[in-house]
């Protein structure tokens, strides 16, 4: 089902209590975009699947009884529905932070929705490129534009993803005001969160390499990464040309955008940097976010010692 046609299925009363909640998210807790799209569609499909599941669609009556067979009840549907451990343990999440605000407003008992166990999944590592990949990728990527402003510009992209820990988004979220880039530079990151980054010299000369040779005007609202035709660069043309450049250099598909912010904070875990100094870099709200890269230093250590150890 869709967002929509899962709104259908539910109440006036819980549409107007869901609308309430998602603006109290972005309000005051300055959730992302993003994040409440996928908070409108888990909780939308929850109470769909509710009314449904106990033959009232009046009112709040759906949510206010809501039992731990009936929590066990939704879980086995979603999962019959192919959704995966790790997908919807972030919808029980985001059910849950809507019922602590329903029951704070409307005295609902939230007991059996908040004890409701999430499935286990294993979590992902981050995949990082080797640091000679890493450099490879922005040296290839410069070598195969048509056009020298486009390599300049593609060049400056993953120089600030590797060079600073950017997100994609952070990256081509920059406008003219940013132009030249000074030695810290102020992100707006997920939420709304802001935090400082350090700028190599090599990133601040990249970026002004570009502006000089970038065919378009760039004025302070302006946002600095162009396309051909002048639009505000799109992720999607990035990874295009790491696309391109992974299979001429042979590297995995794991080879993205996003694997040259995991490559800045697992080179800089190697070369001696902490937890709380990478966590405050990257803008991760949690420390537990951050110390997945232990494991992957962990595991790269390993296969050195392993291929190296004359009794491996």
């Given at each position: 089902m869709s967002q929509r046609s899962d709104l259908t299925l539910i109440s006036p009363a819980i549409r107007d209590v869901l609308r309430h909640w998602l603006s109290h998210e972005r309000a005051l807790k300055s959730a992302?975009?993003?994040?409440?799209?996928?908070?409108?569609?888990?909780?939308?499909?929850?109470t769909a699947f509710m009314a449904e599941h106990s033959g009232d669609r009046q009112g709040l009556a759906p949510l206010a009884a809501i039992s731990t067979r009936d929590m066990r009840a939704w879980m086995a549907h979603?999962?019959?529905?192919?959704?995966?451990?790790?997908?919807?343990?972030?919808?029980?999440?985001?059910?849950?932070?809507?019922?602590?605000?329903?029951?704070?407003?409307?005295?609902?008992?939230?007991?059996?929705?908040l004890l409701a166990r999430a499935p286990k999944f294993e979590h992902k590592?981050?995949?990082?490129?080797?640091?000679?990949?890493?450099?490879?990728?922005?040296?290839?990527?410069?070598?195969?534009?048509?056009?020298?402003?486009?390599?300049?510009?593609?060049?400056?992209?993953?120089?600030?993803?590797?060079?600073?820990g950017l997100r994609i988004s952070e990256?081509?979220?920059?406008?003219?005001?940013?132009?030249?880039?000074?030695?810290?530079?102020?992100?707006?990151?997920?939420?709304?969160?802001?935090?400082?980054?350090?700028?190599?010299?090599?990133?601040?000369a990249a970026l002004t390499r570009y502006a000089e040779l970038c065919p378009f005007h760039i004025g302070a609202k302006d946002p600095i990464f162009r396309g051909k035709r002048g639009g505000a660069l799109g992720p999607g043309l990035v990874q295009k040309s790491m696309r391109i450049a992974r299979m001429q250099l042979g590297l995995p598909a794991s080879?993205?955008?996003?694997?040259?912010?995991?490559?800045?904070?697992?080179?800089?875990?190697?070369?001696?940097?902490?937890?709380?100094?990478?966590?405050?870099?990257?803008?991760?709200?949690?420390?537990?976010?951050?110390?997945?890269?232990?494991?992957?230093?962990?595991?790269?250590?390993?296969?050195?010692?392993?291929?190296?150890?004359p009794k491996a």
């Open positions: 992302a975009d993003n994040t409440l799209i996928a908070y409108a569609t888990d909780v939308a499909r929850f979603e999962r019959s529905r192919g959704v995966s451990s790790r997908s919807l343990a972030r919808a029980l999440c985001a059910v849950k932070t809507f019922f602590r605000w329903l029951a704070e407003r409307h005295a609902l008992e939230p007991t059996a929705v590592l981050p995949r990082p490129l080797a640091e000679d990949a890493a450099h490879a990728m922005i040296k290839t990527v410069e070598v195969q534009a048509q056009e020298d402003w486009i390599a300049a510009r593609d060049v400056a992209v993953l120089t600030l993803l590797y060079g600073c990256a081509l979220g920059l406008t003219g005001a940013d132009h030249p880039l000074p030695e810290v530079l102020r992100i707006t990151g997920k939420g709304g969160k802001q935090r400082l980054v350090p700028v190599l010299p090599v990133a601040r080879a993205t955008p996003h694997a040259m912010r995991h490559s800045f904070a697992t080179h800089l875990l190697s070369a001696g940097g902490d937890l709380r100094t990478i966590q405050e870099l990257l803008g991760h709200a949690s420390l537990s976010t951050t110390q997945s890269y232990t494991a992957v230093d962990t595991a790269r250590l390993m296969d050195v010692y392993n291929a190296a150890h």
